[in-house]
């Protein structure tokens, strides 16, 4: 009898899991979820805040060690991309290794290959890549949110935001909907390119493609309406100086009523 609650349970957690993943977007044949499946697999990919391959080996050390976890190994970076960890950026791994995980072979990216595209171990540590971390119990701010409505708030909110926040979002509504965000209040430490501190959003669902805007200073944002379901909210705060934070609503909306120009929040 005990045999077949569990069985049940587990066809049943299956079948939930399976009509999850018909929801997620694929691109080009690739599963584009990564941030869920970094979740999953505990393993993640981060650059430099100053950008795209700019960290030594002991920056990224360090990088992964502030969030709580450590450089991914190579048999945790392939168990990742085996359930679709597929990301076009080299970066640092276990015991100064190099490389990046490919899904699907493409001819701007892995060079045709598919599977842990390897740099191999690098005799000079001061090489700069980006960096794969590995944590599985990585508890940041943010999250998946699935409602067809809800506020998001910086990290405290209304107390002013700490320094070294990482957070993102990830909003997927319903097919056929879009998602129409307005800012109701905005307070982040304001720079010149708004280098320190900021808000940026995507149009898709990862921080790679879709980049809308990078947000800063107390100005309100305007609206920003997705072109699809799905849409990413990374926010980041450098080392000193906070502000009082953000606050915003993001509503779905029928991707048909949209031409009709309405205010979708009255
Ligand atoms: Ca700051």
């Keep these: 009898m005990r045999v077949w ?8 957690t299956l079948g939930l899991l399976l009509k999850e993943v018909q929801t997620w977007s694929y691109q080009n044949g690739i599963f584009h979820n990564s941030i869920w499946l970094e979740q999953a697999a505990g393993v ?27 450089l991914a190994t190579y048999d945790q970076l392939e168990a990742a991309r085996q359930i679709g960890f597929h990301v076009c950026s080299a970066g640092w791994f276990d015991k100064g290794r190099v490389g990046y995980p490919i899904v699907k072979a493409g001819a701007n990216c892995g060079f045709g290959k598919i599977g842990i595209i390897d740099y191999g171990y690098r005799l000079n540590k001061s090489e700069r890549w980006d960096v794969y971390c590995y944590n599985p119990d990585a508890k940041e701010c943010g999250g998946v949110l699935t409602e067809p409505e809800r506020v998001i708030q910086s990290p405290g909110f209304p107390e002013e935001y700490q320094d070294e926040q990482i957070c993102y979002w990830h909003i997927r509504v319903k097919l056929g909907q879009r998602i129409h965000v307005r800012f109701l209040e905005f307070d982040v430490e304001d720079d010149t390119d708004c280098l320190a501190d900021y808000l940026e959003i995507y149009d898709s669902y990862d921080d790679v493609t ?15 309406l997705s072109t ?33 120009n309405k205010d979708y929040f009255n």
């Design 44 to 70: 993640y990919h981060r650059e430099s805040r100053k950008g795209r391959y700019q960290l030594t080996y002991k920056e990224a050390i360090a990088v992964c060690k502030y969030e709580g976890g450590a």
């Design 5 to 12: 609650t569990l069985l049940w349970t587990l066809l049943w």
């Design 228 to 260: 699809g379901n799905v849409m990413t909210l990374k926010f980041l705060s450098d080392a000193s100086v906070t502000g009082g934070g953000f606050q915003l609503l993001y509503k779905a909306v029928n991707a048909s009523m949209v031409s009709h």
């Design 210 to 224: 879709g980049f809308v805007g990078r947000f800063c200073g107390d100005y309100l944002p305007y609206d920003i």
